[in-house]
Structure formats: C-alpha cells, structure tokens
C-alpha cells in the first residue's frame, strides 16, 4: 500500500484533474470593471432577503462566503459591494472556460459553470504528463480569460476535488496569499488525508449527514471504517452509506463522464389495462418520478431536460420536453415537471405506455452555487452542502415558472371525456406485471 517516501511516483497514475475557477462571478465582475480590483466584491442579492452567490478572496478575508444572507455579509464588512448576477456573461465565460478543458482531452466533464473533471488518460499520448498539463491549462486560462484557477490531480474524483480546494488562495484578516495554483496527490498525501480529514469535507456529507454521522461517533473519515456497514445504510440509506465506505478506503468509482457520452435515466410502464384518466395519469408519472430521481441520486447526477413519452392503444408515440434552467433531482419537483407535460399531451385514446425520460445530464456538484440568491437561506449552515444546495436549486418560484411555461406551450389537455372512456384490456406478460414499476425499457 505504501510507498517509500524516496521513490517518486508515475505522474500517470494520477490522470484525473478537478478545476475550479476562483471566485468565478466576483472575478468576471472584477475583469469586467476593473476598479473593483483589491475590493471587497460580491455578487448576490443585495435586497432583505438576499443571499450572496459569490465573493472575491478580498471580501472572504473579512469572514464573507457564498450562501450566507446578505445582511449579515454586510455586517461582517461595511465596505462590502454586492452586484447584482449577470448570467449572461459568466455563461460567456464559463464556455470560454470549458473550451479551454476541451483542447486538453475530450473526456471532461463540466460541474456547473466554474468546475470540470478532466480524465487525462484517453490523451496520454498528446500529453507530456498530468502536472504539466494542469500548470499549462492554469495558465491559458489565466492569460486567455485572465481567470485564476485551481487544480487538483489525483488517481480518483474523491482526491482531485480535495485538492483543489486545497490550491486555492489563502486568506486571512491580514491578507489575500496565493495558494499552490495545482497540487498532485501523492500516496503519500492520500493516506494523510485519509487518517485527518473530516468527514463533512466529503462529497455528498451535508450538515445534516455530519450530524447523523457524529452521533454514531464518526467524526474523521477514519471513523467510518470501524462502524458496521448496516448499521451506516441504516442511518443514511444504502447507496450513501456505500459511497461513503468506498471513500474511507480512498477509493471512488465515479468515472469521468464527459456530456458527449452522458445518456438519459428513465422510467417507462406498460399497463395492465390501458388508462385514460388524469388522476391514474398523474400518479403514474408521479411514481415514475421517484424511480428517475432515485437513479439520478444514486449517479450524482442532476437533469436539466424532462421527457414525457406516452402511447396509445393505436401505437402512436407522443412526446412533450422540456428543458429547466436548473438542474433536478427531486422527486417532487420532477413529478410536478413532468405531470404538466403529460396531462398536456394530445390523447384521443387510453394510454398502453407512459415513461418519463430525463437529459442533459450534469453532475451534482458538491459546493454548487444556485442561481437563484433570494430564496432564503440558513447562514449557520456555511458552505452550501448539498442538501443545502439542492434544497435551493429547486426555489418554488422557479418551479412554478418551469410549470407555467409547459402549460403556455402546449396548453393544458382540454378533450372530451367521452374519448377517454375506451377501455383496452391490454395483456402484458407475466414478468412485466411482476414488476412493479413496470420494465425498465419497453419496446414493441
Ligand atoms: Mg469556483
């Protein structure tokens, strides 16, 4: 396992990198006017219930982070600005950005607007090794977009995004420092990390999870290997309290998966007899909802498209989309997307098939930022964790618009009852009815 601290190991073992763009909106905001440099900056809401989205190191200095209400912000430094977002621009950006990650190799895969993970080795043969290639990407980005960034490179996802964070600048009440810019994860540093670092700095550990963790007694990731595998599924159900056992051994098996070969998550049934009411309608997608937003959990994933796909007794296949300017994976959100889209598919004759299928997949990002600062939030909580997170990227208001605006495109079903009442006595096989969600995939 260990390696002697003399033999310098293969900078090809580490082939995957995490970049992070440091303070992402303050700095577009600072590029863009200048004489905010050296200025305590962010951007956020400014109003009673705003929440700040991002802040340069300067106004970090003065104890300022994303997530926190404004009004305390502006308490903890008098001098602070608070610009409102400009999306657009960071979207600029932020495609500069990932153009950039593109040119290094085709495996990336982006984590909202400021974050990739790089998988190098489908581009070893290009590359010199991964810390050249992580200095060099650090220093286009630098002089092409004039945006500093850290880099982590590691043998997995787990250590590369725990670097990172670690290149970053430091700050204190005396001042801004530079950080490492990139910082490689050694054997060495993976078993340090490993016996010292806290169990909330892992990926998919809220405040929440910690607590649960803390009163089974772990504290360290160490802990999480002397306590019972059952009884950790018991507390945070099975897929978490396995993907926290795997990080406690250092290992992680997410792959880099780049959007080029991301694919949809679905959920489809065939019924037993065919249906035709609305209420059968809704509860059907509502229960294929939580099927796909289980999957999505389980992956990491968040789905910014949503597809509803029904046929009918006749074989016609019809479908509604409809893409989000967030990203889901609720259950309850995704239920009510998806029922505004099926209850507005034409249907003239019961229905054999429903499924909902979600795209444009991303990765839930374990710090994201949401785009939306006024929902309210708990300053205690510090750093957004993600249930934090999620809890916020799916503001009612935005859902409500997303909802809204399915029903004034395709309107709202307006067909006559009578259509409705044929009864198909569609027989499926013996599996399917054993199943009972339905099969995973159905095709005629
Ligand atoms: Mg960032």
Not at 23 to 36: G, K, Q, R, W, Y
Not at 83 to 98: A, I, N, V
Not at 192 to 215: C, N
Not at 300 to 325: M, P
Request: charged letters at 25%.
């Amino acid at each position: 396992m260990s390696s002697s601290p003399s033999s310098s190991p293969d900078p090809w073992s580490t082939p995957i990198l995490h970049i992070d763009l440091d303070a992402f909106f303050a700095s577009v905001e600072i590029l863009d006017n200048p004489s905010l440099k050296g200025r305590p900056v962010c951007v956020g809401g400014s109003g009673e219930r705003g929440v700040i989205a991002s802040a340069s190191y300067e106004a970090r200095r003065f104890g300022v982070r994303s997530a926190m209400a404004s009004s305390v912000a502006r308490r903890l430094c008098s001098d602070l600005v608070i610009l409102p977002g400009r999306f657009d621009r960071y979207e600029e950006y932020s495609s500069r950005f990932h153009e950039v990650l593109g040119d290094v190799t085709w495996r990336t895969e982006p984590l909202g607007l400021d974050e990739a993970f790089l998988d190098l080795s489908v581009a070893q043969r290009v590359l010199s090794n991964p810390l050249e290639a992580a200095a060099s990407v650090r220093s286009r980005l630098r002089d092409e977009l004039g945006l500093d960034s850290a880099v982590g490179v590691a043998r997995n996802k787990l250590f590369a995004k725990l670097a990172s964070k670690r290149a970053k600048p430091r700050f204190s009440a005396a001042g801004v420092s530079e950080g490492a810019g990139v910082l490689w994860v050694t054997p060495e540093l993976e078993s340090r990390w490993l016996d010292t670092l806290g169990v909330g700095e892992l990926w998919g550990v809220g405040p929440a999870t910690s607590r649960k963790l803390a009163r089974l007694g772990v504290i360290h990731v160490r802990d999480l290997r002397h306590v019972d595998e059952d009884l950790l599924a018991g507390h945070l159900g099975s897929a978490l309290s396995r993907t926290l056992s795997e990080f406690a051994r250092g290992e992680d098996s997410r792959v880099v998966e780049s959007s080029r070969e991301a694919k949809s998550v679905g959920h489809e049934e065939t019924f037993a007899v065919s249906v035709s009411d609305d209420a059968t309608i809704e509860e059907a997608l509502r229960r294929h909802a939580g099927v796909v937003a289980r999957a999505l959990r389980e992956r990491h994933l968040l789905a910014r498209r949503v597809t509803v796909i029904a046929r009918d007794d006749e074989l016609r296949t019809r479908s509604r989309s409809q893409t989000l300017n967030f990203g889901l994976d609720d259950e309850g959100a995704l239920g009510e997307v998806a029922c505004a889209l099926g209850l507005s598919l034409e249907r003239t004759l019961a229905l054999r098939l429903l499924g909902i299928h979600v795209s444009q997949l991303e990765a839930r990002a374990g710090s994201s930022i949401q785009l939306s600062f006024d929902v309210g939030s708990d300053p205690s909580a510090g750093s957004p964790a993600p249930e934090v997170s999620r809890r916020h990227q799916i503001d009612q208001a935005a859902l409500r618009d997303a909802v809204d605006d399915i029903r004034r495109r395709f309107g709202a079903s307006v067909l006559g009852r009578g259509s409705q009442l044929r009864e198909g006595h569609l027989k499926v096989s013996a599996q399917r009815s054993d199943t009972p969600f339905g099969p995973a995939r159905e095709e005629p």
